[in-house]
């Protein structure tokens, strides 16, 4: 066993953990994060995307003991600081961006990275920034649809299912 520490969702947190915990396994299982999803753990799904460090990451793809220091966010740290939706999350309600919602977390996840990075991304840029998120339910458009929106951009440019 290995003592970790990290701040997950601005508090710090320390565990200790087997060399093998998963970084999914460590939110899900230790702190009770349940909002990082594992649709498959096998790095293709998206579901359960996070930031570390400032970065995009598959939680499935990265062992708790790897974080050590690190800053983590997860889904239960994007809400405003008065429990409302922030602007993505209140974005993909507006636009119906989910259907079943196992995706949503990582998609709200990886919308957040995109638009830090890029703050007025372009349909295409979307599509290819989520080519690493897999919805079963959407079909991506509404999804697209609401990044847009959240980035402030006029939703009319993305053309009618
Ligand atoms: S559970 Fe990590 S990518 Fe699917
Ligand atoms: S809303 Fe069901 S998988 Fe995306």
New binding site residues.
Partial sequence: MTKVTMTVNGKTVAKEVRGNTLM?EFLRDELRLTGTH???????????TIHVNGLNV????IFAAECDGAEVGTIEGQANADGSLNVIQQAFQDHHGLQCGFCTPGMVMAAASLLKDNPKPSEAEIRHYLEGNICRCTGYHNIVKAIMAASGQDVSVIAAE
């Fill in positions: 999914t594992v649709g498959c753990d096998t790095s293709q799904c998206g579901a359960c598959k939680a499935c793809t």
